[in-house]
């Protein structure tokens, strides 16, 4: 489980891992302190592994099974959540095809300014935040979708964005500062909408996370993302699902141009 996401045992292969290390801990009697030691990390690390904000790796597993004697439990358990993950890339690079060739994309971004929109020293701080070790190259194929904004004809772009994407000084103030100002420049396209979704509007459809529809002529999808975790959507029924979702984000987001006044605002504010 990666925090901010619904915690699903049942399909996500990393939430069981989760769920059946909480068990065995709990059961041991083992304290954070005690599995910081035995794991040899930190008590933050540990932390957030156990909130599901950090993943196991196989080395861990392995000083799990020989500490609660449970043969190769959890070594099996991580080899199968990281062959998901492989899924998971072949669905995006999947995702990818079909942006590429949009007629429509419309998305939700509930934490951050959406990767299309994004400045390199933007992309760049969040990927580092995550610790990935490509940095440079993330952020190059980054920068590269973008090329879709200037195609002839451009797809339409309908965005709504969460105001704590706004407050969040993401690289600190100056990046930040030069991302909203970018972003107000790409409102201003005409094939472009930016709209967003005021703190002030409370509870919304969009507290499940980001995330992406696309229309084009190879038929709808949806793309749920977040840091570590994806998944393409093709069935008709779900597809319909996220459109209604995005529907009801939709109206309680601000108009356009009082979403493009909030922006100065937070531009204001930094």
Request: glycine share 6%; aromatic share 8%.
């Amino acid at each position: 489980m990666v925090s901010g996401q619904r915690f699903d045992p049942d399909s996500d292969p990393w939430d069981w891992l989760l769920d059946d290390l909480r068990f065995h801990v709990q059961k041991s009697g083992m304290s954070y302190a005690a599995l910081a030691r035995l794991l040899e990390r930190s008590s933050s690390n540990v932390s957030n592994i156990m909130a599901g904000r950090r993943r196991i790796k196989e080395r861990d597993a392995e000083q799990l099974d020989r500490c609660w004697e449970l043969g190769n439990h959890f070594v099996r358990l991580v080899r199968n959540a990281s062959r998901e993950g492989n899924k998971e890339r072949e669905w995006f690079k999947a995702y990818l095809d079909h942006e590429a060739a949009a007629n429509t994309i419309k998305t939700y971004e509930a934490l951050a300014v959406p990767g299309l929109f994004q400045l390199p020293e933007y992309a760049a701080a969040l990927i580092r935040a995550l610790g990935a070790p490509d940095e440079e190259d993330q952020v190059e194929r980054r920068m590269a979708r973008q090329s879709i904004l200037s195609k002839k004809p451009a797809p339409a772009i309908w965005v709504l964005i969460s105001q704590n994407a706004l407050d969040w000084p993401v690289g600190g103030s100056e990046v930040m500062l030069k991302q909203l100002s970018h972003l107000l420049e790409l409102a201003e396209l005409p094939h472009v909408s930016v709209r967003v979704l005021s703190r002030s509007s409370g509870a919304h459809a969009g507290f499940d996370g980001s995330f992406t529809l696309i229309y084009g002529e190879s038929g709808d999808v949806a793309y749920t993302e977040s840091p570590g975790r994806g998944r393409l959507v093709e069935s008709a029924s779900e597809v319909r699902e996220y459109w209604n979702r995005y529907d009801r984000i939709g109206e309680m987001a601000l108009p356009v141009a009082p979403s493009l006044q909030l922006i100065r605002e937070a531009m204001e504010a930094l």
